[in-house]
């Protein structure tokens, strides 16, 4: 379905006019196990609901349930993101800022200086989705042409973001809350279609998205060829500075989207908002089986990934172990789904 673009680009002797030429055989196959690796965990998935059952019987409640889709549905397109960048092969750590900066400055523009701690232009409120998407692409350029066009190392470049970031979000509202949001903010965090949270239908529409672009067209192959072997994707035509950049812009549209959507749901912009998120994101990518060395895994297996995690800690909520043993236990998950990805695929990972 997706990967086996990757393992065309790697493996494939260059043919007539330097494309390379992969045996049809072969992409069968790969097509295959491709297919296979998305429903991996939909089995633990329904073993941790069957425990969730055997725990309390809160667990199957339409409550229960619409609260674990909601509260997975926001860090999920951060999730979406995350996977687009590391399937070329990059990271990007910034994410989780843009989560907060993101609907942050269209409160801080929007809103008045008393009592919601804004700045006082009073701009309309139907501009605030536009100015944090607006935000968010401005972040995903600028981490481009740093990467990009500069060429400087992705991990530090991101952390110095992820640090800007969070200190300018803390600069703008002077450490305190925005609240008061425009309804235009609010609305997709708190209506309901079809008895479902707006937000949940929002996150599985760009997911289907996302599985469509990366597994149907062009452009998802270029991903997954950019991520197996930058120089060979870049010697069969693929802009390979283009690709990258886009998606880093892309990755930021989606943090800058999920911050409004978080931030419709509580009413309210926090400093802190979608602090610690990215150790969330990344854990729900690699259990979902992307690949920390790029070219490998889909946009399905993420979506599974992040959907178990919260499932996981829905249980061990309902269960009564404490919120601060949750960070633990998502950390050995990473170890564990790190440490399985690692013999399952018989290669060494980048260090």
């Known amino acids: 379905m997706t990967d086996d673009s990757s393992v065309a680009?790697?493996?494939?002797?260059?043919?007539?006019?330097?494309?390379?030429?992969?045996?049809?055989?072969?992409?069968?196959?790969?097509?295959?196990?491709?297919?296979?690796?998305?429903?991996?965990?939909?089995?633990?998935?329904?073993l941790i609901g069957a425990i969730g059952v055997y725990v309390s019987p809160v667990f199957l409640t339409r409550q229960n349930l619409t609260n674990i889709l909601q509260q997975q549905s926001e860090i999920s397109l951060v999730v979406l993101g995350e996977a687009m960048i590391l399937i070329l092969g990059r990271l990007d750590l910034s994410l989780e800022s843009t989560v907060g900066l993101a609907p942050g400055v269209a409160c801080w523009l929007i809103l008045p200086k008393s009592p919601y701690h804004g700045e006082g232009l009073l701009l309309p409120g139907g501009w605030a989705i536009p100015i944090a998407l607006a935000v968010g692409v401005a972040i995903g350029v600028l981490n481009g042409l740093l990467i990009v066009r500069f060429q400087l190392h992705g991990f530090i470049v991101t952390l110095g973001m992820l640090i800007t970031l969070r200190g300018l979000l803390n600069g703008i509202s002077q450490g305190q809350t925005f609240f008061g949001l425009p309804k235009s903010m609010t609305y997709l965090g708190t209506k309901e279609w079809f008895n479902l949270p707006a937000s949940v239908w929002v996150s599985l529409f760009l997911?289907?998205?996302?599985?469509?672009?990366?597994?149907?067209?062009?452009?998802?192959?270029?991903?997954?060829?950019?991520?197996?072997?930058?120089?060979?994707?870049?010697?069969?035509?693929?802009?390979?500075?283009?690709?990258?950049?886009?998606?880093?812009?892309?990755?930021?549209?989606?943090?800058a989207f999920a911050g409004i959507l978080l931030a419709g749901r509580l009413g309210s912009v926090a400093e802190q908002s979608g602090n610690g998120w990215i150790f969330t994101v990344f854990a729900g990518c690699v259990i979902g089986g992307i690949s920390m060395n790029g070219g490998r895994g889909t946009i399905f297996g993420a979506f599974t990934g992040i959907l178990l995690l919260f499932i996981v800690q829905n249980v061990l909520t309902l269960g009564g172990v404490g919120a601060n043993w949750i960070q633990f236990l998502d950390g050995v998950i990473i170890l564990a789904a790190l440490t399985v990805s690692r013999i399952a695929s018989g290669q060494a990972q980048a260090t």
């Open 9 to 46: 680009v790697k493996s494939a002797q260059p043919g007539p006019g330097g494309q390379p030429a992969v045996h049809p055989r072969r992409r069968s196959s790969v097509l295959r196990i491709a297919r296979l690796r998305d429903l991996a965990l939909i089995p633990a998935i329904l």
């Open 207 to 255: 997911f289907a998205v996302g599985i469509i672009v990366l597994g149907y067209t062009r452009v998802g192959r270029s991903l997954y060829a950019i991520g197996g072997n930058p120089a060979a994707a870049k010697a069969a035509g693929i802009r390979v500075s283009r690709v990258v950049w886009s998606t880093f812009i892309v990755a930021s549209a989606l943090a």
